[in-house]
Antibody, heavy 117, light 111 residues
Framework: QVQLVQSGAEVKKPGSSVKVSCKASGGTFNTYDISWVRQAPGQGLEWMGGIIPIFGTTNYAQKFQGRVTITADESTSTAYMELSSLRSEDTAVYYC??????????WGQGALVTVSS | QSALTQAASVSGSPGQSITISCTASSSDVGSFNVVSWYQHHPGKAPKLVIYEVIKRPSGVSNRFSGSKSGNTASLTISGLQAEDEADYYCCSYVGSRTSYVFGTGTKVTVL
């Protein structure tokens, strides 16, 4: 069974960067299609971007282009999402999810990122 | 602004059926043929309940069903139960550039 375990909560200053990890178990990691989704307080779900390690391809939502970088380390079966130039509006719970048939079938537990001075 | 619009809230009594709609308001959503639905309880990770418009993942109750007509996709929950009270989001694959967009979300209340 697929399991995604994310890194813990972080508190960051405005203007800094945060890197959230997502360690996968079950299945063949490099064939995964991993997306990152966030939810700000009181807001809905928002797709940020994704990666397919076996193809080495990434895709980002236009809103986050230039600020988000998604990578994957096949040796540790871990995906990463780095968001830079943080502002208060980036305070959110960040989830990784494994895509199956264009549905987000498996989810990490979420990582709260708080941006505050 | 999301290209997928949902009603903010829907309510029903235990045992009733409710339907949540998801309307594509922009041509950016493409053919709107790949729609999924998620149940989200506060403080927990979202859960996939419908994918590819009508398919139900293994382990999801058959009380959940999906459909689509034109530019509107729908999620129906039959035999409403207390544990169905949650937020529900539709999501569509929109193409190779943006890839996915979520709906605005619907809060389901069981009266």
């Amino acid at each position: 069974q697929v399991q995604l375990v994310q890194s813990g909560a972080e508190v960051k200053k405005p203007g800094s960067s945060v890197k959230v990890s997502c360690k996968a178990s079950g299945g063949t990691f490099n064939t995964y299609d991993i997306s990152w989704v966030r939810q700000a307080p009181g807001q809905g779900l928002e797709w940020m971007g994704g990666i397919i390690p076996i193809f080495g391809t990434t895709n980002y939502a236009q809103k986050f282009q230039g600020r988000v970088t998604i990578t994957a380390d096949e040796s540790t079966s871990t995906a990463y999402m780095e968001l830079s130039s943080l502002r208060s509006e980036d305070t959110a719970v960040y989830y990784c999810a494994k895509v199956v048939a264009d549905g987000f079938a498996f989810w990490g537990q979420g990582a709260l990122v708080t941006v505050s001075s | 602004q999301s290209a997928l619009t949902q009603a903010a809230s829907v309510s029903g009594s235990p045992g009733q059926s409710i339907t949540i709609s998801c309307t594509a308001s922009s041509s950016d959503v493409g053919s709107f043929n790949v729609v999924s639905w998620y149940q989200h309880h506060p403080g927990k990770a979202p859960k996939l309940v419908i994918y590819e418009v009508i398919k139900r993942p293994s382990g999801v109750s058959n009380r959940f069903s999906g459909s689509k007509s034109g530019n509107t996709a729908s999620l129906t929950i039959s035999g409403l139960q207390a544990e169905d009270e949650a937020d529900y989001y539709c999501c569509s694959y929109v193409g190779s550039r943006t890839s996915y967009v979520f709906g605005t979300g619907t809060k389901v209340t069981v009266l």
